[in-house]
């Protein structure tokens, strides 16, 4: 679920997803992959496991949190910002009777 979008608090590297249990998702930093005999890897333990069913919970309701009444007119504001699409749009359909003209000179 969050492959990609968790770093590891110690050395900030992305975390890889590992099944370790049938049912139980973990993400772990490996201490096999850092430069070996460096600070970070001699500060560390040799692996580091985070379960997912611990972090769900909490990543839920911040995410239920920004649709509640007190923040969804910010979270609207803020998709449409990051959003293009629109202007993307608008500039298209701007731009159609020049194609339009183009098109008849070109008949
Ligand atoms: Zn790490």
């Given at each position: 679920?969050?492959?990609?979008?968790?770093?590891?608090?110690?050395?900030?590297?992305?975390?890889?997803?590992?099944?370790?249990?049938?049912?139980?998702?973990?993400?772990?930093?490996?201490?096999?992959?850092?430069?070996?005999?460096?600070?970070?890897?001699?500060?560390?333990?040799?692996?580091?496991?985070?379960?997912?069913?611990?972090?769900?919970?909490?990543?839920?309701?911040?995410?239920?949190?920004?649709?509640?009444?007190?923040?969804?007119?910010?979270?609207?504001?803020?998709?449409?910002?990051?959003?293009?699409?629109?202007?993307?749009?608008?500039?298209?359909?701007?731009?159609?009777?020049?194609?339009?003209?183009?098109?008849?000179?070109a008949m």
């Open positions: 679920m969050f492959r990609s979008r968790i770093k590891c608090g110690m050395c900030l590297r992305k975390m890889e997803g590992a099944a370790r249990r049938e049912d139980t998702i973990y993400y772990r930093c490996n201490s096999r992959t850092l430069e070996p005999g460096s600070a970070t890897a001699l500060a560390r333990p040799p692996q580091i496991y985070l379960r997912e069913d611990l972090v769900t919970p909490a990543v839920n309701r911040w995410i239920a949190s920004l649709f509640d009444p007190m923040h969804r007119d910010e979270t609207v504001t803020r998709h449409l910002e990051a959003d293009d699409s629109v202007e993307r749009d608008l500039t298209r359909i701007e731009q159609l009777p020049d194609r339009v003209v183009a098109a008849k000179v």
